[in-house]
């Protein structure tokens, strides 16, 4: 698989200078994207918990694309207006509208089921668009303005 892949599915986001990564992957690639978001959310301004919590976010929604999502996807990552801004998609059948308007934390001996309710706890923001052709998912986090600067 490679990057210029035209199988995976796009979404249409005004390329600007704030474009941090994108990265097309596959389940020999999670491990590899997570490290590099780990390290352009850092750059970005993210650190300690909020860096902890939008990672973990990141790596639940490129291994649900992995899982669920017909095996691979495309990341993209940004910011924009003082937020990070994380976006997955993949080519899957799409997710169940039960199942996308469930906000219910999953029973605690489920074993699956948890990776869209942690995204959407563990962000700030969360929207997907899914259907027969794939799913899109697209978390944000504020980045803080550091002391003494106005955003």
């Known amino acids: 698989m490679t990057n210029a892949d035209p199988r995976v599915p796009r979404t249409v986001v005004p ?14 690639r999670v491990t590899e994207v997570r490290h590099t978001v780990t390290s352009c959310a850092r750059t970005a301004g993210l650190h300690g918990q909020r860096l902890d919590d939008f ?5 639940e929604l490129i291994t649900n694309a992995v899982r669920h999502g017909g095996g ?4 993209r990552l940004w910011r924009r207006d003082g937020r990070l801004v994380c976006e997955v998609a993949d080519e899957g059948l799409g997710i ?3 199942r996308l308007d469930d906000r ?25 668009t899914s259907g027969a052709t794939g799913t899109v998912v697209r978390i ?12």
């Open 15 to 28: 390329i600007e200078p704030a474009l941090l990564l994108a990265e097309a992957f596959d389940r020999a």
């Open 55 to 59: 990672v973990l976010a990141v790596n």
């Open 72 to 75: 691979r996807g495309a990341l």
């Open 96 to 98: 169940s509208t039960q």
């Open 104 to 128: 219910a934390r999953p029973a605690p001996d489920t074993a699956g089921g948890w990776g869209l309710w942690l995204a959407r706890q563990l962000s700030d923001t969360m929207e997907v």
């Open 140 to 151: 944000t986090a504020a980045i803080p303005t550091p002391a003494g600067q106005a955003d």
